[in-house]
C-alpha cells in the first residue's frame, strides 16, 4: 500500500514536443504529491506539488494533473527543451510528519532526454 | 534563505573501513533531518530520519547508523563499510516544529560514496 509507481522508465521527446510522465498510488492517506528534477551528481530539486483538493496545478511549463478517484498523478512538461533533460521523480506522502506518516515515498524514476 | 550543505562531495573507501558522512542545515531551527541512498539509476531509499536531536529512527536494517549531535547537523557513519554500502548517499531537511512537520523535503547535492 506505500509503493509508488512511475512510468515510463526512459523516455525521449524532441524540442518543443509534450513530455508526460504517470505515476500511480495506492494509499489513500496521501495528501501532498510532489514531482522532483534530478541532474546527474546533484540532488533531488522540488520541482513542483499538488495536494488533492485540486485536479490541476500549473507552474511555467510545468504541469501535474491530479485524479484522485483512479490514484494517479501526472507531470506534463509542455514545449520541451534541451535542459529539461533529467530524472524526474514522483512521490507521495501525507502532508503531516508523525511516526510513521509524512515520509515520502518515491516513484523509481524517469530519465527523460530531449532532443534538440 | 534555506541552504544544506553536503561533504565530501565523492569519497573512496577500502572494504572494511568507517564511514562519517556529515549534514548540516543553515537558515533554520528545529528541522527534521533525512538520510537517503540511491543506487545508480534506482529511486531513493529513506535510510533515517530525525525529528530532534539524538532523537534517530531506522527505516532500513543495515551497518550503518545515524547521529544527530545539534539541532542542524546530521551525521551518518559506519563502522566497517561493506560493498554493498556504495552509492549516492543525500540529506534532505523539511520544516519540523514540535514533532509535527510539513513537507516538502529538500535535498543537499549528496556524497558520491564508492567502496573498493
Known amino acids: 500500500q506505500q509503493q509508488v509507481k512511475q512510468s515510463p522508465q526512459s523516455l525521449i521527446v524532441q524540442k518543443g514536443g509534450i513530455s508526460i510522465i504517470n505515476c500511480a498510488y495506492e494509499n489513500t492517506a496521501f495528501d501532498y504529491f510532489p514531482w522532483y528534477q534530478q541532474f546527474p551528481g546533484k540532488g533531488p530539486a522540488l520541482l513542483i506539488a499538488?495536494?488533492?483538493?485540486?485536479s490541476e496545478k500549473k507552474e511555467g511549463r510545468f504541469t501535474i494533473s491530479f485524479n484522485k478517484s483512479a490514484k494517479q498523478f501526472s507531470l506534463h512538461i509542455m514545449d520541451s527543451q534541451p535542459g529539461d533533460s533529467a530524472t524526474y521523480f514522483c512521490?507521495?506522502?501525507?502532508?503531516?510528519?508523525?511516526?510513521?506518516?509524512?515520509?515520502?515515498?518515491f516513484g523509481q524514476g524517469t530519465t527523460l532526454q530531449v532532443k534538440p | 534563505s534555506q541552504t544544506i550543505h553536503q561533504w565530501p562531495a565523492t569519497l573512496v573507501q577500502p572494504v572494511g573501513s568507517p564511514l562519517s558522512l556529515e549534514c548540516t542545515v543553515e537558515g533554520t531551527s528545529n528541522p527534521n533531518l533525512y538520510w537517503y541512498r540511491q543506487a545508480a539509476g534506482r529511486g531513493l531509499q529513506l535510510l533515517f530520519y530525525?525529528?530532534?536531536?539524538?532523537?534517530i529512527s531506522s527505516e532500513v536494517p543495515q551497518n550503518l547508523s545515524a547521529s544527530r549531535p545539534q539541532d542542524r547537523q546530521f551525521i551518518l557513519s559506519s563502522k566497517k563499510l561493506l560493498l554493498s554500502d556504495s552509492g549516492f548517499y543525500l540529506c534532505a531537511w523539511s520544516e519540523g516544529l514540535t514533532g509535527y512537520v510539513g513537507q516538502p523535503q529538500h535535498f543537499g547535492d549528496g556524497t558520491r560514496l564508492s567502496i573498493l
Open positions: 512521490a507521495a506522502s501525507t502532508q503531516q510528519f508523525s511516526g510513521n506518516t509524512g515520509k515520502l515515498i
Open positions: 530525525s525529528v530532534g536531536i539524538g532523537q
Open positions: 499538488i495536494r488533492p483538493d485540486v
